[in-house]
C-alpha cells in the first residue's frame, strides 16, 4: 500500500501542470465563445511552466517504484517540453481546421503521456503512457478533415500502432510470465533463454515502431507526409526522443547482464535503418518524405550507440537526441513556412529560396548540414561520439558503415541546397513568416550553432543524464 501521506507531489510537478493546461485549453474553449484565439498561447503558457518546474525536481520514486525521477527523466522531461514548444509556436499561423482548441489539447496529452513514459520503471505503467501518447499522436496525424493524405496517415499510423502495441505486450507478457514481475529491476535475467530471446526480440520490435527504425519503419513516409507539418515534427522528435529514453531505461535495467547477447542485435537494427533510410531518401521529390526517410537512418545512428552499452555510448545517444531534435526541428519548421504560403511540399519550388526568403534559406542549409554531420556544427559532434564509442569498444566495422551513409546523405541534402541557392525562382513573391515561427527556427538554428561550437556543457549534460545506470 502507498503511504500518501508521505507522498511528495512535487515529483509530478510536470505533468501536473501539463494536465492542468490540457483541462483549461478546453474549458476556455467552451465557456468562452472567443475562446479558441488564446488557446496557443495558453498551451505555450502550460508549457513554460511545466519546463520551469523540472528545474526544481529532484530524484526519487513515486507509486511503489513505478516512476522514477532521475537525471535520464529530468533532461528528457526537459527536452520534450521544450520540443513541444516550438511545435506549438509553428502551430499559431498554421492553417489547421476550425476547432484548435482540441489541437492544442491533443498535443498537450501526447507530451503528458511521454513524460510519464520517461519516467516508467514498470512496463503496465510504460505501456499505459504509451498508448497515451500514440492515440493522441493518431488523431493529430489525420487532424486535417478534408485532407485525403492526413486521413490516409492517420489509418496507417492507427493500423501499424495497433499491431506494434500487440506485439511490445506480447514481450512483455512472456517476461512477466517468467519473473512474475513488471517492474524493470525485478527483470533482471542472468543467462539468455529462448523466452528472453524471445521477449527481447518482440520488445524491439514494439518499440522499433515508435523511434521509426527499420524494418519497422513502414508506416513513416506516408504518415510524415500527410500529416499537418507540426504534427510530423512533433513525430520526428519529440516521439523519437521518448521513445530511445525509453529503449535505455528498458534494456539498461532489464538486460545489462546478457547485453552481449543482444548488442548485434541494435547493430543489425543500425545498419538497416542507415541503409534502408539514406538509399531511399535519394530519389525523393517530396521533402517531407525526403526527410522522413532521413529520419530513419538517424534512428539508425542513435542505434550504434545502443550497440555500446558503455557510459561513452549510451552518453552519446543523449547528445545525439538532443543534436538531431534541434537540426530537425530547424528543418520542419522551414517547411511549415514555406508550405504555409506555397501550400507546395515538392523539394523543386523551393528552387531559389534565398531570394525569397533569405533567413529560411539559410536555416534550412544550416539544419541539414548539421543532420549531414559536417563541422562545426551539432550534428558533426554527435556523430563523432557516437562514433567513437563504437571504435573504443573495437566495432571499428560499425562506425565506417556510419560514415559512408552519411556520405550518402550529404548528396541528398545538398540537393535541397542546391535547388534553393543555384536555381532561379519560379515565383518573385517573398515568404512571409510569423514572428512566431520565426521565433521558433532561430531558437533551432542558434542551438545547433553553439552546441556545435561549444559542445563541453551539452555534453556534461548528457552524461550526467546517464549517472543513474552508470554511477559517474
Known sequence: MIDWSKFDWSLLNPELIIFGAAILVIVIDLILP????????????????????????????????????????????????????????????????????????????ATLGMLF?????????????????????????????????????????LLFGVLSSAVLLY???????????????????????????????????????????????????DTYEGAPTPITTYLATASKVAGFVVILRVFLVCFVDIKVDWLMLMAVLSVLSMGLGNLCALPQTNIKRMLAYSSIAHAGYILIGL?????????????????YSLASLGAFLVVIAFS???????????????????????????????????PPLAGFIGKFYLFAGAIKEGLIWLPVVGVLFSVVSVYYYFVVVKIMY???????????????????????????????????????????????????
Open 422 to 472: 543555384f536555381k532561379e525562382p519560379k515565383e518573385s513573391t517573398p515568404i512571409i513568416t510569423s514572428k512566431s515561427l520565426s521565433l521558433s527556427i532561430l531558437i533551432s538554428v542558434i542551438s545547433i550553432i553553439v552546441i556545435g561550437i561549444y559542445p563541453a556543457p551539452f555534453l556534461n549534460l548528457a552524461m550526467l543524464a546517464i549517472k543513474s545506470f552508470f554511477g559517474l
Open 340 to 374: 504555409n504560403q506555397t501550400c507546395s511540399d515538392t523539394i523543386e519550388d523551393y528552387a531559389g529560396l534565398w531570394k525569397r526568403a533569405p533567413l529560411l534559406a539559410l536555416a534550412m542549409l544550416l539544419s541539414l548540414v548539421s543532420m549531414a554531420g559536417i
Open 171 to 221: 514481450g512483455i507478457s512472456f517476461l512477466y510470465g517468467l519473473t512474475g514481475s513488471t517492474f524493470l529491476k525485478d527483470i533482471c535475467p542472468e543467462t539468455m533463454s529462448p523466452i528472453v530471446l524471445l521477449g527481447i526480440v518482440l520488445l524491439m520490435a514494439g518499440f522499433g515502431f515508435k523511434i521509426a527504425a527499420a524494418p519497422f519503419h513502414m508506416w513513416v513516409p
Open 34 to 109: 472567443k475562446g479558441k484565439g488564446i488557446s496557443g498561447w495558453l498551451t505555450i503558457i502550460g508549457l513554460l511552466a511545466g519546463l520551469s518546474s523540472t528545474f526544481t525536481l529532484r530524484q526519487g520514486e513515486l507509486f511503489g517504484g513505478m516512476l522514477v525521477m532521475d537525471n535520464m527523466a529530468i533532461f528528457s522531461k526537459q527536452l520534450l517540453l521544450v520540443i513541444t514548444t516550438l511545435v506549438v509556436l509553428s502551430s499559431l499561423n498554421y492553417k489547421l481546421p476550425a476547432n484548435r482548441s482540441e489541437y492544442y489539447c491533443l498535443l498537450l496529452l
Open 307 to 323: 550497440a555500446v552499452v558503455t557510459d561513452v555510448g549510451i552518453g552519446a545517444v543523449i547528445l545525439y537526441l538532443l543534436v
Open 117 to 157: 513514459m520517461v519516467s516508467a520503471a514498470e512496463f503496465i505503467t510504460l505501456f499505459i503512457s504509451l498508448e497515451l501518447a500514440s492515440l493522441s499522436c493518431i488523431i493529430l496525424a489525420g487532424y486535417l478533415k478534408k485532407d485525403p493524405k492526413s486521413a490516409e496517415a492517420g489509418v496507417k499510423y
